[in-house]
């Protein structure tokens, strides 16, 4: 079974900004351009044309993904909906059909993650082979400390089956403001859980309640939080603090911050404990084509293995999905009533049924600075834009938004996209206007051929009750046939 860690993304720089000055060829853009996964102001002028709701998250959920990088998807498709924050806004205001998310109502059993942050320091089980435990931690001020959970997870189990529950008490999922009398029940903040092969389990662990601060200067810093590995014990339901495992490590030292001298002399920090013992090396896992896509390239003369040598060539990989109109039935925040023109149609109730016709992909591209083109600081983060990467070469689709590629009658699609980069897309109307946006970021590697069955991962039923499409897929089909007629 495969390390299941958390995932930061990281794209490939663009090759115009891989220095802290803008290059030659370096164009200012404006702060508010961006594309995804979709303005996240209520008053952004594009909602308040389109009557949709600002959308906005940063969320870290588990993720998944071989050893050579294939297949990066979260765990088994678990997300927002299963073990997200309480709340997400229909896309659409005026569409009746969509619905406000409230997970509340749904899975009341399980431990809610930090809608500002989420799940941090995955371990598995030794003992338990797909169990894993990890920190639910704010996104500021805790150091990347506050709650220890236990969820049941593994590539193959359904997402709506995972269930997460409360290792460390609930209190300690919160901090107590300055001046405020600690809950008995907050016994500090823990992060980086370690399960142990005879059944303990470690972890780092301050005491303090707080947010984390530095209460001295800057040049003699004396930090609230103190980092030490510790044992823990049980305590009713949950576990806290119980010995210290090391004598702890002292050091006198100092540095510059800037310009200003740093003096500390004080115990460490101790993070990230890890368990030296045998273990039997896992097998190596591998995906292979499913049947309907190997049956396309085999009824199209397509070899497999040189179609993924040509992929790795030319730095790039296949995407695929067989039926863009199937949608999880738990999934009601964006339109699940979609229907290809003139083709398949899948629809939940009898509300406003929405055109599909394209899939517009998007790449990241690392282009935004601090501080602006005229004075840049050091540092940029991605920005999405229309794919434009050369090495793609897509069918022709004349009339389309930029970087799309057409669906084919039966829903499905397929393209060539860049490997190594992060990527995103969305389904457009005839138009080019969204309709369904992917809410991630997702990167392939050279060589890799990438099927979804549906376009929001199916748990049990699609919106339709139908299951989990099993179709070949034809846009691929189209895809195999323009590709053999590209120069080799």
């Known amino acids: 079974m495969p390390t299941v860690p958390i995932r930061v993304r990281r794209p490939t720089a663009h090759s115009c900004t891989r220095t802290s000055r803008p290059a030659p060829c370096a164009v200012r853009r404006a702060l508010a351009n961006e594309v995804f996964p979709e303005p996240r102001s209520d008053t952004h002028p594009d909602n308040i044309a389109n009557q949709t709701n600002g959308h906005t998250f940063n969320h870290f959920m588990p993720w998944q993904l071989n050893e050579d990088g294939t297949s990066e998807e979260t765990l088994n498709h678990v997300g927002r909906h299963e ?24 899975f009341a059993n399980r431990t809610t993650l930090h809608s500002d942050g989420g799940l941090f320091h995955l371990r598995e089980d030794p003992l338990h082979p797909g169990v894993y435990y990890g920190s639910n931690v704010r996104e500021f001020g805790t150091a990347g400390a506050n709650q220890i959970v236990r969820f049941t997870g593994g590539p193959k189990l359904n997402a709506e089956s995972m269930v997460m529950t409360a290792v460390t008490h609930a209190e300690t999922a919160n901090f107590t403001v300055d001046g405020a009398t600690p809950n008995p029940n907050h016994s500090g903040m823990y992060r980086n859980p370690l399960p142990m092969s005879d059944g303990s389990l470690v972890a780092v662990h301050t005491a303090e309640t707080r947010l984390d601060a530095n209460d001295g200067t800057r040049a003699a810093p004396r930090y609230r939080y103190q980092f030490r590995i510790m044992s823990l014990k049980s305590s009713g339901a949950n576990y806290t603090a119980d010995k210290v495992l090391t004598s702890g490590a002292r050091k006198a030292l100092w540095y510059w911050d800037p310009d200003t001298r740093v003096d500390f002399d004080g115990t460490l920090w101790e993070l990230d404990p890890v368990e030296v013992a045998p273990r039997a090396r896992p097998a190596r896992r591998s995906d292979t084509l499913e049947s309907p896509e190997r049956s396309v390239l085999s009824e199209e003369g397509v070899d497999e293995a040189q179609l993924r040598a040509w992929l790795v060539t030319n ?60 004075a840049p600081r050091a540092g940029r983060r991605v920005l999405a834009q229309v794919m434009h990467d050369p090495k793609v070469n897509n069918p022709a689709n004349p009339g389309a938004p930029a970087g799309s590629v057409k669906l084919a009658p039966d829903g499905s699609s397929a393209a060539f996209v860049p490997a190594r980069r992060a990527m995103t897309w969305q389904l457009t109307d005839t138009t080019g206007k969204a309709v369904v946006r992917e809410r991630n970021w997702i990167s392939f590697q050279p060589g890799e051929i990438r099927t979804c069955a549906s376009c929001h991962g199916l748990n049990t039923k699609d919106q339709a009750g139908g299951l989990q499409p099993i179709n070949k897929p034809e846009a691929l089909r189209t895809l195999m046939k323009y590709w053999k007629q590209l120069p080799k």
């Open 315 to 374: 730095d790039l990989a296949l995407i695929v999905t067989r039926d863009n109109t199937s949608r999880d039935q738990g999934e009601r925040q964006q339109p699940f009533n979609l229907r290809v023109p003139g083709g398949v149609s899948k629809t939940g109730d009898a509300g406003k049924v929405y055109d599909i016709s394209h899939l517009q992909m998007f790449q990241a591209d690392q282009i935004r600075g601090y501080g602006g083109a005229a």
């Open 83 to 106: 073990f997200g924050p309480a709340y997400i806004p229909r896309t659409f205001k005026k569409d009746s059909s969509l619905l406000d998310y409230s997970r509340e109502a749904l």
